[in-house]
């Protein structure tokens, strides 16, 4: 099923695949491992190794970390009584920023976590204590200084826990091959499970050493499982102390949208000056000339003059259509006076195939969500008139609690692209504007469900 979305998705995303992991060649693939359960082929996957690393590599970056916000803080706090604790504090925190800095690029490069990068210190003035000011202020440093204390302990903690699992889980499940090592050179029939001066227990028969490869077996399929828990803890901790703060990601998708907006309303402008220019206004400015032209025939050829009136005439009823058009392009008359269902209804009738509509609203939402969905709908039914091949498509609208819901269904071939660039894409970035969300369904063969989401604002 080839199903896109589009809209706000929060400010990280996990870049893993179910099957492939990562896509530099590295994962496993369908045609091989992907054929495997995933219990039996994740302590094989690449995933696993890289998440092992990550927590292998965290405890002497965290140790490290660790050290230098204690020793810098302690100092600069013992320091405050004179002016070198500030720009010692200033200094511990811009390292702790540092710090944050290296365990996004290791998060990305070994967890596959995406997370964006905080909005930098930016001193009102300029100088060192402009900057030394701006970075006591900046709750994203203090953030930073946070995680450095917090991951210590539980990178100690994970560390200790994926090692002993890991080598335990291998050295148990590889226990037959090396086994051999003991009579040979130690002077002991195997792995010494007990001792004492009386009595001493051994892995040594072949049913004692089966059930401790056996056992290796089961830890070594558990530790990819437990790894990949202790890896959550790391990416909720970086993705919440070590990106922008909620507030700062939502400023950023508002100036995004507001972007949109002006852009889509200067597109608008100039498609509504090209129609005037190249329709009506052109049929008008013939129109005149036709009726001079008249005007000069009437005395000498009346006949002649008649007919090209009875030609401006029929100009007059096409330019009328065309600013009908247009100004139903801006917004219908239908819409303001009689609701969505009415003005849905009028759009689906000139569609090429036949459309049935439902609308189950109680009362109206507010005049732009609802010239939003308007248009969201007209524009759907238009990709189904032109690319669809369609027999039949429906069109429902309903809300559920503080969001109207839209969706646009079509027997059609499908494929529908919502690549960037389509118009799909530019139906998508309209909807984002205001907080929605388009959802596309068009798996190959067909059919094309297309859900769209809005606010649901009251009128």
Known sequence: MATQEFGHRGDYAYAYDEYTGYDDGTGPRRRGLGRLPAGLRAPIEGRTWRELAYQLLSFPIATAAFVWSVTMMSLGVGLLVTF????VLAAALAGARGIGALERVRARGLLGLEVGTPEPVRPRKGGPLAWMGATLKSGVSWRHLLYT????????????????????????LTYPLWQWVFPMYAGQAGLQLYG????????????????????????????????????TVDRVMVAGLLGPSRLASRVVELESDRGVVVDTAAADLRRIERDLHDGAQARLVNLAMDLGLAKEKLAEDPEEAARMVGEAHGEVKTALQELRDLARGIHPAVLTDRGLDAALSSVASRCTVPVSVEVDLSERPAPAIEGIAYFTVSELLQNVSKHSRATRA???VWRTRDRLMLQVHDNGVGGADAGTGSGLAGLAERLDAVDGILLVDSPPAGPTRVTAELPWRRA
């Not at 991951?151 to 890991?166: G, I």
């Not at 050493?209 to 077996?217: D, H, M, S």
Request: glycine share 6%; hydrophobic share 55%; proline share 6%.
């Open 196 to 231: 004492d001066d009386h009595h001493s227990v051994y892995l040594n028969n072949p049913f004692e050493i089966a059930l401790t490869a056996g056992v290796g077996l089961l830890v070594t399929l558990a530790t990819p499982w437990v790894v990949r828990a202790l890896t």
């Open 394 to 396: 429906t069109v429902d």
């Open 149 to 172: 204390v917090l991951h210590f302990p539980w990178a100690t903690f994970a560390f200790s826990v994926a090692l002993s699992l890991w080598a335990t889980g291998w050295a148990l």
């Open 84 to 87: 070198i604790g500030v720009p």
